[in-house]
Every structure is written in structure tokens, then in C-alpha cells.
């Protein structure tokens, strides 16, 4: 707040001039009586401020009522103190509202209330001259910012929530042109529920979250406050339904928590909305310098596969593509099954993917998405793709290439449909899997998903994939590369005998590896072949050469 700028001392008393002015005006019913005094009076106080003969005795009787009662006050009061009217003075109304342009009153609480500057109240204390300072131009935040304050303090002024309610409402309404003002106000007609969004905007703003108790408690009194919470713990509440309010943690009332969704911090903040999304949990992201470079063996066909959804993902080809899919109306997003054995390198491609194209990934723990709580996990899901979608955009607005979003063995979730929705957990997953087939469709970032059980995949998943590929055990020459690559001094002889006789995955290769590294470790020297053999044949459960049967035997 800028610092008021002191005028020069007045030669005449201010405080006492006003007095005068005051009651000759009271009950006089505008006979006016025109002494000395009064006359002196009205003549300096209309030089001291530039004001006319009716905005003068309006500011003398709004500054008496101020400094008796600290009460504001209307075309009503001022007609009971001329013991005029309403109507008679009905045209005062536009010299009021002349004043608060010119800055000596200002609107409080219900349309059509005044009171005097604070900055005028010391000037008059002080017999100062009074100079009105520049209307500070308010933004959406400073808006928040009040609207808030005034709650928060009332406590310490001993104010019930309805008169600062009323006040607020005025305040709103002044301040009706402001951005933030105009789209809440289209979007909520009850004033209670429109304060309730400033709040835990306010809270947002500060960087945290909104206690229910807490936010409610601030806002309303009495029994009103537990309808209220009543309504809000059992998600029925106007902001809850219009879904600009979620749950951040749902507990008791002391202890739940609610912010802005989504949609409710683009109402509420515009376009400084991005700065305030849900991102990214730094939990779930693995940023792109922490990937470790390896090299990956694939048939000719997966190679080629694998090649052209690199040069796909690439930064510049990913723009020039999506904006001809989008030319043509066509789905901009890209999304990627790759499906397989286990073991066979899908995880560990999506890394090397996002490693070559420098973006980092976002990794869905299947387990963490799905709660035991019914509701929840549709929610947990949903606000997966909703931070995707908001880091993405963020990126976008930084010229930073967008993450990929990975669901790692995902085969409960694109599983076929459950056709018997009786119970409460075939509604929940065919639930989860008609939020995730609707984000799909309107991705705009880059989704892979893997799984090892494409076969029992639910149709309509199938279409929204634009790369399928199928990952098999590597072949001969591809497993003998895979030997001679993870054991550099193994000889193309040797990795080409192991490659023959076990038909391994890229992960059992790297079991017998470690095997062999822990040898190294404990003996002190490198195993023989006839001994890494042995690793080999103890590697698939069901191989019987591996040792002795235990237990009993017919």
C-alpha cells in the first residue's frame, strides 16, 4: 500500500468547520440557515477540497457519523438528518458516488452504504490538507487477496460473517470489471459459494492447501457453518457438483483438505492458472539425465518398429506431425502399446526412447493408482492424466519437450471389460478403463502402456494405439550380440552356444550376469564356462537338470 503524502498544515480548524457545517444541516430540511459561521465554513472547506455545496455537507455528515459511531452511511441516513425524504434527494446518490471518484468515500458493505477515506479520517485528525492519492489499480490476485484478509480478520474485529459478508458483496461489486470477478460471477450466482472459491484461492496463492474446518469456520457462524460442511463432506455442494472444488485428503472435518480443481484454478486465476497446476509428483518422474544409456538388441522387424517411433518423438518431427494430424482433424496425441513376453526389454526401450528424444518419463504405479476406497481410484486415475495434461502444458508455455506418460504392466487395466457389474469392483474397473479410453482419445501428449498379456486386451483399447509392437525372445543372432555385449570378453564362439541352447530373455541374460559378477565378487575369480552352463540350465524354474529333487518321491 503506498505511503499517504502529508499536505500542509491548515491555517483553520478542519474538524471543527465540518462540526458547523453538520448542524446547521441537521434537521434543517434544507432551510438552510446561512450565519457567519457556517457560511466561513462551507466557503473554506469547498476551497480546501475543490468540492461543491452538496458534496460538502454530504462529506460533513458521513465524516460525523464515521467519527461518532464508526458506522457508514446512506441516502436513508442522511434524508433522517435533514428529516427530508428519500426521494427528495434521491439525486444525491450521483454526488456520492463523485465523491468516492474523487477519492474522499468509498463504497462498504451493501450497495448504496459510504464512509470516509482513512486516509482523509488522519488528514482531518491532523488538520492537514487532505490530498487524494491514484486509485490503486487492483489485479485478480490483489482481489483474492482482500477478500480473503477480510475474512480472517473479522474475528479480531468481533464481526458476525454476515456483516462481512455484506460488506464483501459491495466490495465485489466495485471491483465487478476485474477479469476474475466477471468469470466467477458467470459461473456462480450465490454470493456465499463464490467467497468460498476466493478462500481456498487465496490459500492456493500462499501455496498451500485449504483446511474444510478452517475455511468454513472463517465464512460462516453458527449452525449454517456444519450445513455447510455437511453438503461439502458428502460432495453435494454447488462448487463439489460444478466440479471447481476436490479433495486433496478426505478425512473427518478437522482434518480434510480441499482445493481448486482443475477447472476451478482457470476460473479463478486466468491465465496465471499454469503457474499453480498440479505438476508432476517428483516421486513418479524419472527426468531424462538419470536415465542410464544402454544398448538394446531387437529383431529386424521390432528394429524397425522401435526406429520409427524414435524419429516420431523426436522434438521437431513431434510438432510437424501434430499439426498435420491436427490439419486434418485427426487425433493429435500419440499413444503406444508395446506387448510381450516379460523380460523381453519394454520397459527398458521406453527408457532408451526417452533417453534418445530427451524427455523424461512420468511412471504410473498400477498399484498406487488403484485404491482400496470405492470412488477413489477413478479419481486417482483422473487426476493422472489431469497433472499430465497440465505438465504438458507448462511445457509447451516454456518450450520444453513434454514427458511421456508411462503405465508400466498395465494389463489390469486394458484387460477386457467385466461384463457382470454387480459388484462394486467390476464397476470400478470398467469405470477406470472408460476414463482412460476417454483421455486417449483426447491426448495431446505422448502415452505408452505395457503389458504382457495383449491377447485378454479389451477391444476398444486397440484403436487408440497408434504403435503396437509385439516384443519376442531375441533371436539367435540377436541373443548371441546380447551375450558378447553384457560379457565383453565372453568370444562370438561361446555367446553364439549359450544363445543356442537357452532360449533366454533379455532379462534372464541379465540374471546369469549378475550370477556371474557375484562370483566374481565372492571367489575372486571369473567362472568357467561349464559353470556358467549350470547358471544357465538353474535359470527357468521348470528345468529339472538344476540340482536334486527335494521332498518326496514315488
Not at 11 to 18: E, Y
Not at 81 to 110: C, H, T
Not at 445 to 465: C, K, P, Q, V, Y
Request: hydrophobic content about 35%; proline content about 2%.
Amino acid at each position: 500500500m503506498e505511503e499517504q503524502v502529508k499536505g500542509k498544515k491548515v491555517r483553520w480548524n478542519v474538524s471543527k468547520a465540518m462540526s458547523c457545517v453538520y448542524h446547521v444541516l441537521l434537521g434543517s430540511k434544507l432551510r438552510i440557515r446561512k450565519l457567519k459561521a457556517y457560511t466561513t465554513a462551507m466557503k473554506n472547506l469547498m476551497s480546501l477540497y475543490k468540492l461543491n455545496q452538496t458534496q460538502v455537507w454530504i462529506l460533513c455528515m458521513a465524516c460525523e457519523r464515521y467519527f461518532e459511531s464508526e458506522d457508514t452511511i446512506t441516502l436513508k441516513n442522511i434524508a433522517s438528518d435533514l428529516e427530508m425524504p428519500v426521494l427528495y434527494i434521491v439525486s444525491w446518490k450521483k454526488e456520492m458516488e463523485a465523491l468516492v471518484d474523487k477519492r474522499f468515500l468509498e463504497q462498504n458493505g451493501r450497495n448504496g452504504a459510504f464512509q470516509p477515506l482513512n486516509d482523509l479520517n488522519e488528514s482531518i485528525c491532523e488538520n492537514i490538507e487532505y490530498i487524494p492519492q491514484p486509485v490503486h489499480e487492483e489485479d485478480d490476485i490483489d482481489f483474492i487477496n482482500h477478500m480473503a484478509d477480510r475474512y480472517e480478520s473479522r474475528r479480531e474485529e468481533n464481526k458476525s460473517a454476515r456483516a462481512i459478508q455484506w460488506e464483501l458483496v459491495g466490495y465485489e461489486m466495485k471491483h465487478r470489471n476485474l477479469p476474475v470477478v466477471q468469470r466467477v460471477l458467470k459461473e456462480i450466482v450465490n454470493f456465499e459459494n463464490r467467497f468460498i472459491l476466493y478462500d481456498i484461492a487465496n490459500d492456493l496463492l500462499k501455496g498451500g492447501e485449504s483446511n474444510l474446518n478452517t475455511t468454513l469456520s472463517d465464512l460462516y457462524d453458527g449452525g449454517e457453518r456444519y450445513r455447510v460442511a455437511t453438503a461439502m463432506m458428502e460432495e453435494k455442494h454447488e462448487l463439489f457438483k460444478n466440479g471447481l472444488v476436490e479433495f486433496s485428503r478426505k478425512g473427518n472435518l478437522s482434518d480434510a483438505t480441499i482445493t481448486l480443481s482443475d477447472k476451478g484454478r482457470k476460473l479463478l486465476l486466468g491465465d496465471k492458472a499454469f503457474l499453480f497446476e498440479d505438476s508432476i509428483n517428483d516421486k513418479n518422474l524419472i527426468k531424462v539425465d538419470s536415465i542410464k544409456e544402454k544398448r538394446l538388441f531387437y529383431s529386424e522387424d521390432n528394429q524397425k518398429e522401435i526406429n520409427r517411433l524414435k524419429n516420431a518423438l523426436q522434438e521437431e518431427k513431434l510438432k510437424e506431425i501434430q499439426q498435420r494430424l491436427k490439419d486434418d482433424g485427426l487425433p493429435v496425441g500419440v499413444a503406444v502399446l508395446l506387448y510381450g513376453a516379460p523380460g523381453t526389454g519394454k520397459t527398458e526401450s521406453v527408457m532408451q526412447i526417452a533417453k534418445e528424444t530427451g524427455r523424461s518419463i512420468v511412471h504410473v504405479d498400477i498399484s498406487e493408482a488403484k485404491s482400496a476406497w470405492f470412488g477413489e481410484s477413478e479419481k486417482r486415475i483422473k487426476k493422472i492424466f489431469t497433472s499430465y495434461r497440465n505438465a504438458c502444458e507448462i511445457c509447451e508455455k516454456k518450450d520444453e519437450k513434454m514427458p511421456i506418460l508411462l503405465f508400466n504392466e498395465a494389463d489390469a487395466l486394458i484387460s477386457k471389460r467385466k461384463k457382470d457389474t454387480s459388484g462394486n469392483c467390476a464397476q470400478t474397473e470398467n469405470a477406470i478403463q472408460n476414463i482412460i479410453l476417454e483421455e486417449l482419445e483426447s491426448l495431446k501428449g505422448i502415452f505408452i502402456a505395457t503389458t504382457n498379456l495383449a491377447s485378454n486386451m479389451d477391444s476398444a483399447f486397440e484403436r487408440r494405439f497408434l504403435f503396437k509392437i509385439k516384443f519376442e525372445n531375441p533371436s539367435t543372432e540377436a541373443m548371441t550380440s546380447i551375450w558378447m555385449n553384457k560379457l565383453s570378453w565372453l568370444d562370438e564362439k561361446s555367446a553364439t552356444e549359450f544363445a543356442r541352447d537357452y532360449d533366454f530373455s533379455g532379462g534372464q541374460i541379465d540374471n546369469i550376469v549378475r550370477k556371474i559378477a557375484m562370483n566374481e565378487v565372492i571367489t575372486g575369480e571369473r567362472p568357467a564356462l561349464s559353470d556358467i552352463h549350470h547358471m544357465c540350465k538353474c535359470e527357468k524354474i521348470e528345468n529339472s537338470e538344476c540340482g536334486r529333487h527335494i521332498g518326496f518321491g514315488m
